[in-house]
């Protein structure tokens, strides 16, 4: 993709995958927000096409904070599931 246009989509969808990585960071409300930034991700790595972006940066670091953010938050779940199990049916 080359024109302005195209800049400008893939400078947007890099500045919008690494604000929605750090949004997923959030325990439990984030994990749409990593699912989002996946896909944006995605997206805005397709539309690259070869051509060079600036925001290469916040865009590989969007999807890193997307995928540690969705970790974090399946971690946290798992815990608390064995916690729960512990607790209630060993006790």
Do not use: D
Not at 8 to 32: A, E, Y
Not at 53 to 80: E, F, K
């Amino acid at each position: 993709m080359n024109g302005a246009a195209g800049k400008i989509q893939v400078l947007t969808g890099s500045l919008r995958c690494f604000v929605l990585g750090w949004l997923s960071l959030i325990p439990w409300l984030g994990m749409p927000f990593g699912a989002w930034a996946a896909v944006v991700y995605w997206k805005t790595h397709r539309t690259l096409a070869g051509c060079s972006n600036p925001a290469r940066a916040y865009l590989t670091t969007g999807l890193t904070l997307a995928l540690l953010g969705l970790a974090l938050s399946s971690a946290i779940t798992l815990v608390l599931l064995v916690a729960i199990y512990l607790k209630f049916f060993e006790g």
